[in-house]
């Protein structure tokens, strides 16, 4: 019976330990761009939120739909894309790229 409450005698040095708060992480604030993509016959309103802390990643926002594209490499400008989608920043401009669609061009949404 003694043997049992033997592992008990550490506890009050356990409990005079200072305890440490561990902070939890905080989300990282994404960039976000207002664009107009214009087509051939038509305008789509497009909202870029940039994350830039590793994987860097761009979500893509197009009325109620999200699209996450992770960072591409690329020589200059910004390049994301995955699958069938693909958008290109550079400065202010940007081009948008949809599966066999045609190529959008991207500026600020006035």
């Known amino acids: 019976m003694f043997h049992s409450l033997r592992p008990l005698r550490w506890l009050p040095m356990l409990l005079a330990l200072p305890l440490q708060a561990v902070a939890a992480p905080e989300a990282e604030q994404a960039i976000r761009a207002d664009y107009r993509?214009?087509?051939?016959?038509?305008?789509?309103?497009?909202?870029?939120?940039?994350?830039?802390?590793s994987p860097a990643e761009l979500v893509l926002l197009v009325g109620e739909?999200?699209?996450?594209l992770p960072q591409q490499w690329a020589a200059d400008g910004g390049r994301y894309g995955a699958g069938n989608q693909e958008f290109w920043i550079k400065g202010d401009q940007a081009s948008w790229r949809q599966g066999s669609a045609p190529l959008m061009r991207c500026g600020p949404r006035p």
């Open 65 to 68: 739909t999200a699209t996450r």
């Open 37 to 53: 993509c214009l087509g051939r016959f038509d305008a789509v309103d497009v909202t870029a939120l940039f994350f830039n802390q």
